[in-house]
């Protein structure tokens, strides 16, 4: 189902500016409305203790390798905060690996964050959709040329403290940790959550990465991608959660 | 942690997951299993009884008292596997190959390689089916020769036996007599040995020990007496000869007592001449020389009277005490000397026997070695002729038994080996094992997995709580 669009944009003062273009967001709410269970899934995380401040928090969401799924964790994410109570959520692509996130939502080509971390522009345009009001999403653009420099880039920080300011929750998606481009902007945030893809990632892999990280921000583990080869009923039975 | 995981839920999610591997693995494995063992059990089996008659009967009549711990059948299928070494050519197998008279022969010819008689080798077997009868047995696919093997392996084992039964007695038999022969030279050297070594030491026998320390004891005794004797004498005869000295040879027998002396008589006279010169009044200077040799014989009478003391003449005779005393000790010197000769001769002859006595644990170790030994050889020869007897018996026995001590107890006939009961069975074993490999490899591939698929692996490997467990976008598309 199509959803209706609605311009609202919003300028910055840092020659940063965030402009919200509905034109072109055309499968955002299709994609929310198509998986509700695992929005249903993700509303457990609402919970967690950094979403109870009162202080806006940014969280990113990363995995260990390229293809874990953070783009479809990170979207769904934002999109069940934005269907909760809390207001002003943003949904921003620093995968400075390619455009993952607006090929997802069905946007065109557009200049995106990298364009603004390597200085050639200073605006970027984020969208949203009439059905989810309270949540943005900045894209990404095309992939960097340095992904190292441009996330170590003093633009990104300032990307990421306009996000603290503007929004309640900004989700950021991160490029995986083996690139070794996401520690850096991790430093930035309140917490990271972390991707695994279920039966597909090596488990020392997995805690090679996690040793990357400062502890006190990992947030959690989402495992992505669980396959039950079981009948229904083997479900029902032993794992009703599903 | 997040949610438990069910152990169940975790078995049956792995089979589920690896379904086609495992019905692939049961399936390949069950009819692998199956058909190999219905191809390999699709065989003929042929057996013969043979009852082994117990020699303890003849033995019995004979007076042995036989006490075998292995039965008659165990022996036996013992001796069979034994002949069935022996792959010589002319040896037990290969006479029951040719007795069997094939008509595809099988040789035992190493340089030819016949995988047959591999095969033969191990088809063959021999069991006890109770204490006095065991079959001899072939698993082979050809009815025919299973027959023709399983006959010749019993005529031919029969034969053996009986002849090797024979043999060995007869062996032992000869053993004995090469035995009894040595030992018989063995211990008349011992008992030559014993007596010269008796003529030869007869004084340190044990018999003459007890007379030998007799007389050393009694001798050893009188010496210390003659000692003490000695002693006795020695102080004795000191004391004689102190007395001896106090004692004078002789003693006074009488005395005569003198009152004048010989000078008085002559004084007497000059006293009368005197008087006869006075008278004659003489001159004065004749009576003064007068009265000097008056007065110097009365000095000498009176000396004289002084030094006699008045005893005019002693008589004397032997002292007895002092003859006595000599006599004493003459005896006490001759006594003397005689016991100082017999103390001389009493120790020579106590230090001759000591000498013998000091020899008398030698002798007696080597007499009683060679009595021993002697003793020993003679228990010994006893007990070879003895058995030696038993042995020449036994042979006897053995010869009237080695052509009756085994007996044919059945037709040899060969029977198909696989039943309807034992193909079931083969099903049975086939699925099993296929469902025992298929769970396993189940099993091991899950242990294997270096992934994580669980909640509660994730939080207990990484030490990171689980936020949320997704199900695959693809599958939720699908199911929606």
Known sequence: MRSPVKKNATALTVGLRFERDHDTLAHLGDVAEALPQLSVRLADILNHPILQQEKPVVIGVTSTVVGEGVTSVALQLAATLARSDIRRVCLMDFNLGGDDLAERVGLSATPGLTAVLDESVTTVVSFGCAELEDLQIVPGGKAAPNPARAARAPRAEQALTLARERFDVTIIELPPLASGDAPPLVEHLDGVVLVVCAGVTPKDLVASALTRLDKTKVMGIVLNRIQVAGPRWLVRKFAPWW | ?480
């Open chain 2, 1 to 480: 942690m997040y949610r438990r995981n069910h152990i169940a839920y975790r078995l049956l999610d792995a089979f589920f997951r690896s379904w086609v591997l495992f019905t692939l693995v049961f399936v390949g494995t069950a009819g692998i299993v199956t058909g190999a063992l219905m191809t390999r059990g699709n065989t003929h089996v042929a057996s013969a009884a043979i009852r082994v008659v117990p020699e303890n009967e003849v033995s019995e009549v004979m007076g042995f008292q036989q006490r075998n711990w292995v039965n008659p059948s165990d022996q036996s299928v013992a001796r069979f596997n034994d002949l069935m070494r022996n792959m010589l050519p002319g040896g037990f197998v290969d006479k029951v190959l040719q007795g069997a008279q094939l008509t595809r022969p099988i040789t035992i010819d190493s340089t030819e390689k016949d995988t047959r008689f591999a095969t033969l080798r191990k088809s063959i077997y021999a069991a006890a089916t109770s204490k006095d009868v065991f079959t001899i047995g072939i698993v082979w696919d050809d009815p025919d020769e299973a027959e023709k093997i399983v006959r010749s392996l019993q005529e031919r084992f029969i034969e053996d036996a009986g002849l090797a039964r024979q043999l060995s007695t007869e062996r032992v038999t000869a053993y004995l007599d090469t035995e009894v022969k040595g030992v018989e030279a063995r211990m008349r050297r011992a008992e030559l040995a014993v007596i010269e070594f008796k003529k030869t030491h007869q004084g340190q026998l044990p018999t003459a020990q007890a007379s030998i320390t007799a007389r050393l004891q009694t001798l050893e005794e009188e010496r210390s007496l003659l000692y003490a004797t000695s002693e006795d004498s020695s102080t004795k005869r000191q004391a004689v000869e102190e007395r001896l000295v106090h004692v004078s040879p002789t003693s006074i027998l009488s005395q005569t007592q003198r009152f004048e002396t010989p000078f008085a008589a002559e004084l007497r006279a000059l006293q009368r001449k005197r008087r006869e010169m006075v008278l004659a009044d003489a001159y004065k200077s004749d009576l003064a020389a007068l009265d000097d040799e008056m007065e110097q014989l009365r000095q000498k009478d009176q000396d004289l009277r002084l030094k006699s003391g008045g005893i005019a003449e002693t008589q004397y005779q032997d002292n007895p005490e002092y003859r006595d005393l000599q006599m004493q000790l003459t005896d006490l010197k001759g006594e003397e000397r005689a016991r100082i000769a017999r103390m001389g001769h009493l120790s020579e002859q106590v230090a001759k026997l000591q000498a013998q006595v000091a020899r008398f644990p030698a002798a007696e170790r080597i007499l009683n070695e060679k009595t021993r030994a002697y003793e020993s050889l003679r228990d010994f020869l006893k007990d070879l002729l003895k058995r030696r007897e038993q042995a020449q018996q036994r042979a006897h026995i053995a010869r009237i038994n080695a052509t009756t001590a085994l007996i044919p107890m059945n037709r040899v006939a060969a029977e198909a080996t696989m039943g309807a009961k034992k193909k079931l069975m083969t099903l049975g074993i086939g699925i099993a094992l296929g469902l025992f490999l298929g769970l396993l490899l189940i099993v091991l591939r899950e242990w294997a997995d270096p992934t994580l698929r669980y909640e509660a692996d994730t939080e207990r490997l990484l030490g990171a709580p689980v936020l949320a467990s997704l199900p695959d976008e693809r599958v939720v598309g699908r199911a929606a």
